[in-house]
Nanobody, 123 residues
């Protein structure tokens, strides 16, 4: 499964961005999807995940209430709407797909990765 992430950019604190992750072939409801991020000098961390059906979502505490993950199975695309962005949200954001049934917050559990998109939040 090839994943293509897009939508990153430079935004001022308090602003919003929407990231997209398009699958090269149909994922439909067959894969758990997740967003991770990695800031310079830090380990990759879980941001948000969504179940195969899209009915279940899970967020890191640091983004809860500000970020929303969603999926459009017909378009084979997963989105991450990011509101109230803060400088500490600056990182490269990666989308990932997991063939397992249950959602995981561990990057090692994900089987396929996109190339990453840079998000920079200025103060």
């Amino acid at each position: 499964v090839q994943l293509q992430a897009s939508g990153g950019g430079l935004v001022q604190a308090g602003g919003s961005l929407r990231l997209s992750c398009a699958a090269a072939r149909g994922t439909g409801t067959s894969l758990v999807m997740g967003w991770f991020r990695q800031a310079p000098g830090k380990e990759r961390e879980f941001v948000a995940g969504i179940s195969r059906s899209g009915s279940l979502t899970y967020y890191a505490d640091s983004v809860k209430g500000r970020f929303t993950i969603s999926r459009d199975s017909a378009k084979n695309t997963v989105y991450l709407q990011m509101n109230s962005l803060q400088p500490e949200d600056t990182a490269v954001y990666y989308c990932a797909a997991d063939v397992a049934i249950r959602m995981s917050v561990k990057s090692n559990d994900y089987d396929f990765w996109g190339q990453g998109t840079q998000v920079t939040v200025s103060s």
